[in-house]
Nanobody, 127 residues
Framework: QVQVVESGGGSVQAGGSLKLSCVASVASDDIGKSIVMGWFRQAPGKEREGVASIYFLNGGTDYADSVRGRFTISQDRAKYTVYLEMRSLKPEDTAVYYC?????????????????WGQGTQVTVSS
């Protein structure tokens, strides 16, 4: 079992930056060292979409085309923490951002592949 808690959302003007954090509580290091953690977002009236993911074992990352070059996902393996640094934010980035964790799998930007979810944190970008 893995518990996931996000923090760091807020409001910012277009062109600004925010950094989200997510801590995973894992039952053992054997589980934690190979988990995949991802960031997802859901805007009102839209489906949840993958933003970025990271594989703890090797640091491999994936990004949605809409955020590549503006968002950076990183990890602190010792703390089972992932970060999402968001720069050059746009109004269309406004959404509830969720962190999720799962054992290793393919298709890491697909929300249906993740088992453990946080409660979400609101990010609002004003024009």
């Amino acid at each position: 079992q893995v518990q996931v808690v996000e923090s760091g959302g807020g409001s910012v003007q277009a062109g600004g930056s925010l950094k989200l954090s997510c801590v995973a509580s894992v039952a053992s290091d054997d589980i934690g060292k190979s988990i995949v953690m991802g960031w997802f977002r859901q805007a009102p009236g839209k489906e949840r979409e993958g933003v970025a993911s990271i594989y703890f074992l090797n640091g491999g990352t994936d990004y949605a085309d809409s955020v590549r070059g503006r968002f950076t996902i990183s990890q602190d393996r010792a703390k089972y923490t992932v970060y999402l640094e968001m720069r050059s934010l746009k109004p269309e980035d406004t959404a509830v951002y969720y962190c999720a964790a799962s054992p290793p799998m393919a298709d890491r930007l697909n929300p249906s592949r993740y088992r453990f979810w946080g409660q979400g944190t609101q990010v609002t970008v004003s024009s």
